[in-house]
């Protein structure tokens, strides 16, 4: 079983700056894109960021220069800092990896519970 597990959203004034944090666990193989998403009441949940197992990354235009997203492969954990945040931010923020988990040969798709991220004009 495999568990991504998030941490690290609030409160934050305009402008603020937080940082998310994911770690996979369970019976892990090997893990290999693992990206944000993020979700407002009534829309879409959409790509924030992705990072791949050798450190490539992509970006939604709207965080770019804003946004970093980070990973450490030893801990299976990938982080988010999010710096000059609008309150266009505010959402619910998830975890999703691509990992080959130790009972299976292929790669399997897996997301987090979500943490809430608001951002106060």
């Known amino acids: 079983q495999v568990q991504l597990v998030e941490s690290g959203g609030g409160l934050v004034q305009a402008g603020g700056s937080l940082r998310l944090s994911c770690a996979a666990s369970?019976?892990?193989?090997?893990?290999?894109?693992m990206a944000w998403y993020r979700q407002s009441p009534g829309k879409q949940r959409v790509l924030v960021a992705s990072i791949t197992s050798g450190g490539s990354t992509a970006f939604a235009d709207s965080m770019k220069g804003r946004f970093t997203i980070s990973r450490d492969n030893a801990k299976n954990t990938v982080y988010l800092q999010m710096n000059s945040l609008r309150p266009e931010d505010t959402a619910v923020y998830y975890c999703?990896?691509?990992?080959?988990?130790?009972?299976?040969?292929?790669?399997?798709?897996?997301w987090g519970q979500g943490t809430q991220v608001t951002v106060s004009s």
């Open positions: 369970g019976s892990i193989v090997s893990v290999d894109v």
């Open positions: 999703n990896a691509r990992v080959r988990p130790g009972s299976s040969w292929t790669y399997n798709n897996y």
